[in-house]
Nanobody, 117 residues
Framework: QVQLVESGGGLVQAGGSLRLSCAAS????????MTWYRQAPGKQRELVAT???????NYADSVKGRFTISRDNARSTVYLQMSSLKPEDTAVYYC???????????WGQGTQVTVSS
């Protein structure tokens, strides 16, 4: 059974930092592309940051220079370090695991991040 379990969300003041974690089980983590998405109230889910099995990263323009995605294959965990947080970063953050060769696509349950002004 595949599980992606996010943690680390919470309430933080603008300018603060949070680190999100997503622990995966039931998949061969090392070969999956891992992505963080977010969805704010009334808005569509959007890609925040992605990291491939080879370690290549990509970021949404809105978070470049502030967020860093990383992965620990030994722990089957992907992280999102968020700094200089803004109220517009408030959203539910979701972890995604994608394996193109199998077209497998799994989601976590999400973790709430709220940034107060």
């Amino acid at each position: 059974q595949v599980q992606l379990v996010e943690s680390g969300g919470g309430l933080v003041q603008a300018g603060g930092s949070l680190r999100l974690s997503c622990a995966a089980s039931g998949i061969t983590f090392v070969i999956n592309t891992m992505t963080w998405y977010r969805q704010a109230p009334g808005k569509q889910r959007e890609l925040v940051a992605t990291i491939t099995s080879g370690g290549t990263t990509n970021y949404a323009d809105s978070v470049k220079g502030r967020f860093t995605i990383s992965r620990d294959n030994a722990r089957s965990t992907v992280y999102l370090q968020m700094s200089s947080l803004k109220p517009e970063d408030t959203a539910v953050y979701y972890c995604n695991a994608y394996l193109p060769m199998l077209s497998s696509n799994y989601w976590g349950q999400g973790t709430q991040v709220t940034v107060s002004s």
